[in-house]
């Protein structure tokens, strides 16, 4: 009886060695760093943990990152911790050589990484919402769905005028193009989300921050816009923006633009052409100006319907401050990337005919 009883008890002395042993090495791998050996030059891993995500999918995500050693250790791990449902949706920096143990404090603690996206100068409204899709996975019709809805809110149109508008980019104006309200609202600009931003958060953010920026140029002292509304002064910064890369020209651009409207001649702007026939980047013909559209400011005085892209701050501002005492009416490429400007139209056809030579000699 005694022999059966000290064999029990160092079976049972062996079983609670082994659960120590055990539970010490397992408490050794859930705080060791974990060394890959994978050769990386970065510092950290970036692991998005998206809405929903289970601790199965997390796992899986961090093994694919080769972050830990064992699905099963950080399963068991951070299940007896009780942490299991406290894991945040994110996009977290998980440093290299982390323990499992630390991984999951990173992952629960809601400290994400802010998601940086940047809307570029000059580009229209589907390639803004497909650069936000890219980054948020929100699809970019549902972007442009949410942009329009809040743009009907801000724009500063009568609501007959409003809904006019509405009813023009319905119909398609002529364009071979699908138009959208919130086309030139996209304010460009580079800006920080925490990782899940919905799309109607995102659309808000980026629309308000450039109605508020106009507003704000429109009633500053500088403004020689008094007239003009925030409607009005994008869709012309939209069209001094496609006319010119440098900085320094959009002041120029802006005051021809100023100077034709003011004595109700046609804009002539190849940019509006360029828009409704989707010609972005290509030559435009002579036939081209004779097409039909409300965007065409060759056969239509004054402004577009509205903008043709999303124009940055400084072609907005050139709209409401263009270039003082600057009387030209003509502009024309030079053949180097920027523009010759011309008072008269005997100065102009003279420097269309020398970028012309240039052009035809480049072919």
Not at 2 to 21: E, H, P, Y
Not at 66 to 80: A, D, E, P, W
Not at 123 to 130: F, H, K, Q, R
Not at 344 to 356: D, F, G, P, V
Request: proline content about 5%; some cysteine.
């Amino acid at each position: 009886m005694k022999s059966t009883t000290r064999k029990v008890s160092l079976i049972l002395a062996g079983i609670i060695l082994m659960i120590i042993v055990f539970s010490a090495y397992s408490w050794k791998l859930w705080n060791s760093p974990y060394d890959s050996k994978a050769e990386s030059t970065k510092a950290t891993v970036l692991l998005r943990v998206p809405s929903g995500a289970s601790l199965f999918d997390v796992v899986d995500s961090l093994q694919v990152k080769n972050l830990i050693s064992s699905q099963r250790l950080f399963v068991y791990g951070t299940k007896i911790s009780g942490l299991q449902s406290s894991i945040k949706a994110g996009l977290f920096a998980i440093p290299l050589k982390s323990s499992p143990s630390e991984i999951l404090r990173i992952i629960t603690s809601g400290h994400s990484v802010p998601l940086r996206v940047t809307i570029p100068e000059g580009i229209d409204a589907i390639e803004t919402a497909n650069i936000l899709s890219d980054a948020f996975g929100f699809s970019a019709q549902q972007f442009l769905a949410d942009a329009d809805s809040i743009t009907s809110l801000i724009i500063d149109m009568s609501e007959a005028d409003l809904l006019s508008y509405k009813e023009l980019l319905k119909s398609g104006a002529g364009c071979n193009r699908t138009l959208y309200l919130c086309e030139g609202y996209l304010f460009p600009e580079t800006y920080h989300f925490s990782e899940g931003t919905t799309s109607p958060v995102v659309a808000k953010s980026i629309i308000e921050l450039g109605a508020a920026q106009v507003a704000d140029l429109l009633a500053s002292p500088i403004s020689d816009c008094e007239n003009m509304s925030i409607h009005e002064a994008l869709t012309l910064a939209s069209i001094v923006e496609a006319e010119t890369i440098f900085q320094s020209e959009k002041p120029k651009v802006a005051a021809v633009y100023l100077n034709r409207m003011r004595v109700n001649h046609s804009l002539d702007a190849d940019p509006t052409i360029a828009f409704f026939l989707s010609k972005k980047g290509k030559r435009i013909y002579y036939k081209d100006l004779r097409k039909l559209s409300p965007y065409n400011t060759y056969r239509n005085k004054g402004l577009p319907p509205g903008p043709i892209n999303s124009p940055g701050y400084v072609a907005i501002r050139s709209v409401v401050q263009p270039e003082p005492n600057f009387d030209a009416f003509y502009f024309v490429a030079d053949g180097k990337g920027g523009h010759r400007f011309s008072d008269t139209l005997k100065e102009h056809n003279q420097a269309s005919a020398e970028y012309r030579k240039i052009r035809d000699n480049t072919r």
